[in-house]
């Protein structure tokens, strides 16, 4: 089945620093979510990007599908933003599951 | 407009005993799936439900059972637990067809003793 990886695997960031977060996968894929997972456990989704470019307030995500990769960049970075990146592909036509990555673990220091 | 919703949040069992989590899709959304998430991982796909019908399973042993029913909420079954069963359990909901986006509950947490 298709890989997914994820780089760096732990991120310790200083209050108001920027940053990217990388994710490779192994295959062709359909599309692409991005999501945070707080402290308490919750999924929050954050992008469904299939390629291209997209922004929602301080964070943005790109995804160049030809060369099998996608980026997130979270800016000026809070406390709030601590917690796991996800990233999670759907491969295939005609697939229904998403094959999730093991994670960026963020922790956002003041 | 609500979002997935699932129960109970925290359950503790025995080993060898069986297990029912509940799952209400967003609104809208006809399609439920199920995801495991052991700790320190990222979550696993179960499998999907349908029109009250499984569509697509992962590598899960047929412990693993789910229902959905004419309202679109799902339910969970794991029998014989096992210690290894501990983890997160997650559910999301999505419109029918390939590669929508999935919408995550907040998870039910199992603990096996």
Do not use: M
């Not at chain 1, 759907?90 to 960026?104: C, D, N, V």
């Not at chain 2, 899960?60 to 794991?78: A, T």
């Amino acid at each position: 089945g298709i890989q997914v990886e994820q780089s760096p695997p732990d991120l310790i960031l200083q209050e108001g620093a920027n940053s990217t977060l990388r994710c490779n996968f192994s295959d062709s894929v359909n599309n692409l979510q991005w999501f945070h997972q707080n402290p308490w456990g919750q999924l929050i989704n954050l992008f469904y990007i299939p390629s291209g470019t997209k922004q929602n307030g301080r964070l943005s995500a790109t995804t160049v599908a030809t060369e099998r990769y996608s980026l997130l960049y979270i800016s000026s970075s809070q406390t709030t933003d601590s917690g796991v990146y996800f990233c999670a592909v759907f491969s295939g036509a005609g697939s229904y599951q998403l094959t999730f990555g093991k994670g960026t673990k963020l922790s956002v220091i003041p | 407009d609500a979002g997935v919703t699932q129960s109970p949040t925290h359950l503790i069992k025995t080993r060898g005993q069986q297990v029912t989590l509940r799952c209400s899709p967003k609104s809208g959304h006809d399609t439920v799936s199920w995801y495991q998430q052991a700790l320190g991982q990222g979550p696993q796909f179960i499998f999907q439900y349908y029109e009250e019908e499984e569509r697509q399973r992962g590598n899960f042993p047929d412990r693993f059972s789910g229902h959905q029913f004419p309202n679109y909420s799902s339910e969970l079954n794991v029998n014989a637990l096992l210690l290894g069963d501990s983890a997160l359990y997650l559910c999301a909901s999505s419109f029918v067809g390939s590669n929508q986006p999935q919408h995550f509950g907040d998870g039910t947490r199992l603990s096996i003793l």
